[in-house]
T-cell receptor, first 115, second 113 residues
Framework: NAGVTQTPKFRVLKTGQSMTLLCAQD?????MYWYRQDPGMGLRLIHY???????AKGEVPDGYNVSRLKKQNFLLGLESAAPSQTSVYFC??????????????FGEGSRLTVL | AQSVTQLGSHVSVSEGALVLLRCNYS??????LFWYVQYPNQGLQLLLK????ATLVKGINGFEAEFKKSETSFHLTKPSAHMSDAAEYFC???????????WGAGTKLIIKP
């Protein structure tokens, strides 16, 4: 019963390096999201997808790119990491939109440190 | 723009005492409201949700919340705290877009033995 799986769980990068976070869900959900969580700031939406092949910008998209080539996977890329991107990243999926009371299912998070 | 305010970044209660976590929202339209819980080193999971049916919503682990439109509030309560309730709690409201939730900053619940 995997649900939403994020890899890697921990990563340390140097400024300017690139990396990709992978999110995989096995619930056949249409909607997928990438959030970042910083102390005292709650969750901020980076990018989201409403179906395979679609992506859209959220609240804080700068410095990140995403792709949803397969319905079950949602990749978050950092092309040139900056210390301000040190954060805990959460992937989530939902069967319907929040406006249709779609519950979000979260992964366990990926802790990224940029030195 | 919609917003969510959670009063108190940390709330400390004794085991067995009443838990009250406050959430106020601003919304120009009737919202959907959610409480999520995050245990240490885990992702968030849904505790309960208000979807315009009953104003008193019961969730998992003995939690409940009451939607009060006149006060624009959706406070979370539990009659008797357990040590296992120690976690961070997030209030969220459905946003203007179809795909976004607006999140509060979170309240860390500390349970004293």
């Amino acid at each position: 019963n995997a649900g939403v799986t994020q890899t890697p769980k921990f990563r340390v990068l140097k400024t300017g390096q690139s990396m990709t976070l992978l999110c995989a869900q096995d619930m056949n959900h249409e909607y997928m999201y990438w959030y970042r969580q910083d102390p005292g700031m709650g969750l901020r939406l980076i990018h989201y997808s409403v179906g395979e092949g679609t992506t859209a910008k959220g609240e804080v998209p700068d410095g990140y790119n995403v792709s949803r080539l397969k319905k079950q996977n949602f990749l978050l890329g950092l092309e040139s990491a900056a210390p301000s991107q040190t954060s805990v990243y959460f992937c989530a999926s939902s069967p319907t939109s929040p406006k249709n009371t779609g519950e979000l299912f979260f992964g366990e998070g990926s802790r990224l440190t940029v030195l | 723009a919609q917003s969510v305010t959670q009063l108190g970044s940390h709330v400390s209660v004794s085991e067995g005492a009443l838990v009250l976590l406050r959430c106020n929202y601003s919304s120009s339209v009737p919202p959907y409201l959610f409480w999520y819980v995050q245990y240490p080193n885990q992702g968030l999971q849904l505790l309960l949700k208000y979807t315009s049916a009953a104003t008193l919503v019961k969730g998992i682990n003995g939690f409940e919340a009451e939607f009060k439109k006149s006060e624009t509030s959706f406070h979370l309560t539990k009659p008797s705290a357990h040590m296992s309730d120690a976690a961070e709690y997030f209030c969220a409201v459905s946003g203007d877009s179809n795909y976004q939730l607006i999140w509060g900053a979170g309240t860390k619940l500390i349970i004293k033995p």
